[in-house]
């Protein structure tokens, strides 16, 4: 049996990475095994959304294995990092060189540290218990977050609560992850992953289409001038209006039911 648990409730999959006793963080073999997970959830059009999470109620993910991955990681052969590394994958996968426009939404059950937050920070949607906790702690091992944590975090919360962050090294707790706009809600540890999962089967009732077509134009929306992200999301609409998810759900408007997408 692997380290990562991958258990699927129709249109939605739920993730777990299951290393409780190492706080859920990756070695190599689980983060290998992550990776392939995630190409499958892409590759599959009966999937919709996907939720990942830790086993257990103390961790979410505490990142690399200190003693197996990040050293390996970071004094591996120029050559060798830049292939496996620098264009491959990024640690948890989806958090560089697999961009997925299906929704993730994490249920972050306790300590995101590292690159257990930066894979927080590659989700769609983060949810959260009270005693989760964030933080970019490489500063205090002498390196900086590698895996999207200086480019997505001042993205999501501000430059100023970034700098915060990644330069003290300090956690941040629930609420103050709330205020700042970190996660989206704070729900009670026992019910945190059902409450996630009604939500991404929610979000599975939705036409795939527009989900995939809307993440697609805000990730490449960043860094383009104004007039030009107005074009890429307008040229997106229309696109959508050839396809039959958008008959089936002004149909479904007419006739008051709930629409039936098939992702075409």
């Known amino acids: 049996m692997g380290d990562i648990r991958c258990d699927r409730h129709g249109k939605v999959w739920l993730i777990t990475i299951d290393r409780p006793a190492h706080m859920n963080s990756l070695d190599f073999a689980a983060n290998d095994e992550l990776v392939e997970v995630w190409r499958a959830y892409e590759r599959d059009d009966d999937a919709h959304v996907a939720v990942v999470t830790g086993a257990g109620d103390r961790a979410f993910c505490a990142g690399a294995d200190l003693k197996t991955y990040t050293v390996n990681f970071a004094r591996s052969p120029a050559p060798e990092f830049r292939t496996r590394y620098t264009n491959g994958p990024g640690f948890g996968g989806i958090t560089r060189n697999m961009e997925m426009d299906k929704p993730i939404l994490a249920a972050v059950n306790g300590f995101a540290i ?51 962050i990644i330069l003290s090294g300090e956690r941040v707790n629930a609420e103050h992850a709330l205020r700042i706009g970190l996660v989206n809600r704070i729900v009670p540890a026992e019910d945190l992953v059902a409450v996630t999962l009604d939500y991404a089967q929610m979000l599975a009732k939705r036409s795939p289409l527009s989900h995939r077509f809307a993440k697609e134009v805000m990730r490449r929306a960043v860094g383009l001038p104004l007039a030009e992200a107005l074009r890429l999301e307008s040229r997106s609409f229309y696109d959508l209006g050839q396809t039959e998810d958008i008959v089936e759900g002004t149909t479904a408007f007419r006739e008051k039911r709930e629409a039936d997408f098939k992702g075409r």
């Open 114 to 164: 590292s690159g257990g937050f930066e894979l927080a920070l590659a989700c769609d949607i983060r949810f959260c218990a009270p005693n989760a906790e964030f933080a970019l702690q490489d500063a205090k091992w002498g390196f900086h977050a590698c895996d999207g944590g200086l480019i997505r975090l001042p993205q999501i919360v501000g430059l100023g609560h970034a700098m915060e």
